[in-house]
């Protein structure tokens, strides 16, 4: 009928019809007799209701402008923004057709404000593309749509790049991009040429924003012109980086410094925390307690990290009572060689308690470097995969924070492939091994159980120390540091006990100190020759023991 009265045939209507859907100014409706073309809801609207004197105020309600950045290209030192940066400027300049940058990592690390900066320093306005819509005869935004959210940011998209001019100096972001690839509650899904097309085809730079790169496509990522990573930064960054939003609240450096140290707090988080307290008009400690609420409450709800377990000894850290054997007998030797060579690996053998964890803490401290501990709990995983995965993540942490890193119990990850019985537990065994020969941070791995170590893992380490237990003299010398001058009775028993280690005594002063009384020094000897037995227990004949 439309044929007829337009004098054309049917397939000229048809032909017609797909060129102006692929417009994105209409979406052609499900095939139906009539191949009706809909125009999207925000457009129609505009078109009807409001005075558009220009494509901005045609397209209001398909995008927005994100608020300016204070931030430039200095505040991220921790990332390489040279080539980025310039590659965008050269674009924007030159109308450069298919120019795509994918920014990645984990939710809050700044990777919108970072697209901010990014425009800024090549002098182009930030468009955000949004969803919202649905038609003019099924009038829903992408709550109440009953198409998925990604086909109308697309479709906005693609509108977007026909009608803004090239050369206006505009770039355009799409966050949040991994509902485009997965499946939809109908079961499609866009099309991979129709995604690739896109990428190939816009005329207008785009920032594509993910926190989850494992959902993109192979495909899509290697037509994407440039790919960045943007990780959390390391410490002394972040405290710079999260000290700009929180000017003016008169805050301690104490507590600006406390910030910096939570590992899981991102920038994002305080932005917002730091907005709270200024529309409260809140300074010093009243604004310290209102970021503290809005932070503890957001990263619970998160399931993240507020503050990191430390170390936190019984005893201070004494270099005389540790006792080595092995390539290196001297402290003093061990810090010399991971201060002028960069990557050695030290493996500590020896009992509980006898000092391998708090040396390598003092030699963090002396180093003044950043920790990471890797404990079993932070790698093993129910799920087949995830464990070598939580391996390259933490390892990849400590690289891009100059740390060194310490693998805790490491005989509960890499005991001997030939005990093992699964594939995936091999595999984990391999990963380990695979990171620490790519690896050129400093590494220190602690076991009390060396026997159960994987052959491989010894001839990784450049230095294998053995913590031997403390000399009868040492053991005098810890006892009255500790418990003041004991009787010579309490010393010829002393002398009797060759199993001590400094972490036996860390214990005796524990429970001194939790004692409503001091311990006497027959209840101090009883502790200590506990500890002590318990190293040369004999496994008794039969089931029952």
């Not at 005893?315 to 960069?342: R, W």
Request: aromatic letters at 8%.
């Amino acid at each position: 009928m439309v044929a007829d009265a337009l004098h054309i045939s049917v397939d000229k209507l048809l032909d017609a019809v797909q060129l102006i859907a692929n417009t994105s100014l209409f979406k052609q409706n499900e095939p139906t007799l009539f191949y009706l073309l809909i125009m999207p809801y925000a457009l129609a609207v505009n078109l009807i209701e409001k005075p558009a004197k220009t494509y901005s105020d045609f397209l209001e309600g398909l995008y927005y402008k994100p608020t300016p950045t204070k931030l430039n290209l200095n505040d991220y030192p921790h990332l390489e923004l040279q080539y980025v940066s310039e590659y965008l400027k050269h674009a924007v300049k030159t109308n450069a057709v298919g120019v795509n940058i994918l920014l990645y990592g984990e939710s809050g690390t700044g990777k919108t404000e970072l697209t901010k900066v990014l425009s800024k320093y090549a002098k182009a306005n930030l468009i955000a593309v949004k969803a919202s819509g649905g038609n003019k005869f099924r009038p829903a935004d992408e709550i109440n749509s009953d198409r998925h959210v990604a086909h109308l940011r697309l479709q906005h998209y693609q509108l977007m790049q026909s009608l803004f001019k090239p050369n206006k100096f505009n770039c355009l972001l799409l966050d949040e991009i991994e509902d485009v690839f997965v499946e939809y509650l109908d079961g499609t899904r866009v099309s991979k040429d129709r995604i690739n097309a896109i990428l190939e085809a816009n005329t207008t730079p785009c920032f594509w924003i993910t926190n989850h790169i494992e959902i993109l496509p192979d495909s899509v990522i290697r037509r994407m012109s440039y790919v960045l990573q943007v990780p959390s930064p390391p410490k002394h960054i972040k405290a710079e980086v999260l000290s700009k939003p929180l000017v003016g609240l008169r805050l301690s450096q104490e507590y600006k410094n406390e910030l910096a140290n939570m590992p899981d707090l991102a920038p994002a988080h305080v932005v917002n925390a730091s907005n709270i307290a200024k529309a409260l008009h809140l300074t010093g400690k009243n604004a310290e307690e209102c970021i503290d609420h809005h932070i503890d409450q957001c990263l619970l709800a998160c399931g993240l990290q507020k503050t990191v377990t430390s170390y936190k000894p019984e005893m201070d850290f004494d270099p005389q009572f540790i006792n080595l054997s092995g390539s290196h007998t001297k402290i003093e030797h061990v810090i010399d060689t991971v201060t002028n060579f960069t990557g050695a690996r030290c493996l500590l053998l020896g009992s509980a308690g006898t000092g391998k964890s708090a040396l390598v803490h003092h030699v963090a401290n002396m180093l003044e470097q950043e920790l990471i501990t890797i404990k079993p709990s932070d790698v093993l995983s129910k799920y087949v995969g995830e464990a070598e995965q939580n391996i390259a993540k933490l390892f990849k942490q400590a690289r891009d924070s100059y740390a060194i890193i310490f693998l805790d119990e490491i005989d509960s990850v890499m005991t001997s492939r030939s005990e093992l019985s699964q594939a995936h537990e091999c595999v984990l065994v391999n990963e380990i091994l695979l990171q620490l020969d790519r690896s050129e941070q400093t590494v220190f791995a602690a076991t009390n159980y060396s026997k159960n170590l994987d052959g491989a893992i010894l001839r990784r380490f450049d230095f294998k120390l053995n913590f031997e237990y403390l000399t009868t003299k040492q053991v005098l010398t810890l006892y009255e540091e500790n418990f003041g001058k004991c009787s010579s009775t309490i010393k010829n028993k002393l002398a009797t006990l060759n199993s001590l280690t400094p972490g036996d005594f860390a214990i005796a002063s524990r429970r001194n100190r939790m004692s409503k009384k001091p311990l006497s020094d027959s209840k101090i000897l009883d502790v200590l020759t506990t500890e002590n037995n318990r190293k040369h227990q004999s496994k008794a004949i039969g089931f029952v023991n």
